[in-house]
């Protein structure tokens, strides 16, 4: 399958790649749909993009990129929505805000997207836990 992406041209995709947010994300409720592919010649960076909005594509980091001692619950309603039965199914994500400045790219660590790559269901939830900024830098600035 093809999708025409407004930002990251034309991505091919396979059915059984599609994860499932039935919840949608926040900000985007009505869109359920979304591959996953990584930024060209950037392995740190994938783009978390919807099938239904071709300008819909979230810049996504892995949280342990950022902090080594990241750590969340996942409580037993989420562990029962998203089918998950070993810890090693579980992808962890955090959206980016990217600027042309890059003191001004941050990631919000407040509230990961969990994903279960073997059910390809996902879900972003809000962390009650201050430890965590919305917007945390990801790069520092040298003194």
Do not use: C, W
Not at 95 to 111: E, F, G, M, P
């Amino acid at each position: 399958m093809k999708l025409q992406t407004k930002y990251h041209g034309i991505r091919e995709y396979e059915e059984n790649e599609v994860i499932t947010f039935q919840k949608g994300i926040p900000g985007f409720e009505t869109l359920k749909e979304f591959i996953f592919f990584p930024v060209e010649e950037n392995e740190v960076f994938n783009i978390l993009h919807a099938i239904e909005d071709e300008s819909v594509g979230l810049v996504v980091i892995s949280p342990f990129n950022v902090l080594k001692d990241y750590e969340i619950e996942i409580d037993e309603d989420l562990t029962n929505r998203l089918k998950l039965k070993k810890p090693e199914d579980v992808l962890v994500l955090n959206t980016v805000t990217v600027s042309s400045q890059i003191d001004k790219i941050t990631t919000n660590l407040r509230a990961p997207i969990i994903i279960n790559i073997k059910e390809k269901l996902g879900e972003q939830i809000i962390l009650n836990n201050d430890k965590y900024s919305v917007k945390q830098p990801l790069f520092k600035e040298d003194v």
